[in-house]
């Protein structure tokens, strides 16, 4: 018997190692909450608010001597993270601590004055992806807003970037396409935290009012980690977003999977991981895939409901432009499909792409052959501008 429990606490070490990083919740915790102490709190949260060893945000704050939590706010896909994207999420009284979980995805994506009447902060805590469309910085950035409105403090509670805080690729959002799935004037992929992000947003006044801002910062996260060498569990954020590399697969495919007439995976076991239409040989499309020879990739044919195309394997860790990758898959895929994509697709659909892509350019770009190369190219000098820019709002 005793072999058994020394055989089980050597197995449960290895299956569950200490996090490498401490996040922001665990560092608010450390100093005892001495910044909220005295203060009415809301909190912008759902199921990824968690500390490094699982126990969720919003119940230590419900339990934090001096703190008083009055109010819970969540984003997009619900306070379990359970609503599909693009569905309104209602209000609703949560369980675990009784406080009222006002939407931020039904018909206000930024909190009223009512809502954040009696609070004095408004605290973030949430997992973001590393993506411009990817709405949960979307959230922050209008709450970022409204508390500057109503003159209270926000604080940011930071988060590790799982692209990790090297990858800057892809469009910017032109002015004329901003929007909830495009909110800040930033590449496709950004390589910031939350936290950076804030502070740079606010000092740029990207939103129409800036805030008192506080980023409680982590421990032992380094630009160059991707989520696998932090050391924390991957709670999934989203119905299409499981495991943690799946921020790499949205990358790749998330702004091709906004048109008809294509297969990406989403809905079903392998969110993001399939790029297939109508009439595509897989053969040849997953040796076009492996001609572009973007590091990190891999392409195997596969079909899917009538869909012929590839399925992707991808590696986090690779150096290729995973946006690049997209933008080629749409390409080639526009290209096979007759009529095209873009032609397939309603007002609605069109709208979205344009929005997420940042542009609504690209169409004629595609219908003309122009290569996905040049495009890409034009991407590079708004990518080190921003590269140059950012520099001085990075904490880590």
């Known amino acids: 018997m005793r072999h058994f429990f020394l055989s089980l606490l050597c197995l449960t070490y290895f299956v569950l190692p200490a996090a490498a990083v401490e996040l922001g919740i665990d560092n608010l915790e450390s100093r005892q909450f001495e910044q909220l102490k005295g203060k009415r709190v809301g909190l912008i949260t759902n199921q990824t608010g968690v500390n490094a060893a699982g126990r ?13 939590l009055v109010s819970l706010f969540t984003p997009e896909h619900g306070l379990d993270g359970k609503e599909l994207a693009g569905k309104y999420v209602a209000n609703r009284k949560d369980s675990l601590t009784g406080l009222v979980a006002h939407s931020l995805y039904g018909p206000t994506r930024k909190p009223t ?15 973001d992806i590393g993506v411009r469309s990817y709405t949960y910085i979307s959230t922050m950035a209008k709450c970022m ?18 692209l990790g805080g090297l990858r800057i690729e892809g469009p910017p959002v032109e002015p004329q396409w901003i929007s909830f799935v495009g909110q800040l004037p930033v590449p496709y992929v950004h390589g910031m935290t939350c936290g950076e992000l804030a502070r740079m947003l606010n000092d740029r006044q990207w939103m129409a009012s800036r805030c008192r801002l506080t980023v409680v910062k982590m421990r032992g996260w380094e630009r160059q980690m991707i989520w696998q060498d932090t050391g924390l569990r991957w709670v999934q954020t989203s119905p299409n977003i499981p495991r943690a590399d799946s921020p790499a697969y949205y990358v790749a495919t998330g702004i091709v999977g906004s048109l008809a007439g294509l297969e990406t995976g989403v809905g079903g076991s392998t969110p993001f991981e399939i790029c297939a239409g109508k009439g595509v040989d897989p053969e040849a499309f997953a040796r076009y895939v492996r001609s572009l020879g973007v590091d990190g990739v891999q392409a195997t044919p596969c079909s899917v409901g009538g869909f012929g195309g590839c399925r992707l394997t991808l590696n986090p860790r690779g150096k290729g432009d ?19 994509l873009f032609a397939k697709s309603s007002s609605e659909k069109l709208d979205i792409f344009f929005k997420v892509y940042g542009s609504s350019s690209i169409r004629d770009q595609l219908r003309k052959g122009t290569p996905v190369q040049r495009l890409a190219q034009e991407w590079k000098a708004g990518v080190e501008k921003f590269r140059s820019e950012r520099a001085g709002y990075l904490f880590y």
């Open 56 to 68: 969720r945000t919003r119940e230590i704050l419900a339990k934090a001597p001096g703190v008083k």
């Open 113 to 127: 004055p009512e809502m954040l009447r009696g609070l004095d902060v408004l605290v973030y805590d949430m997992q």
């Open 322 to 340: 995973f946006t690049f990758l997209g933008l080629a898959l749409l390409s080639e895929i526009n290209r096979l499909s007759k009529p095209d």
């Open 145 to 162: 807003e409204a508390a500057g409105e109503s003159g209270l403090e926000f604080m940011v509670l930071d988060r590790p970037n799982p």
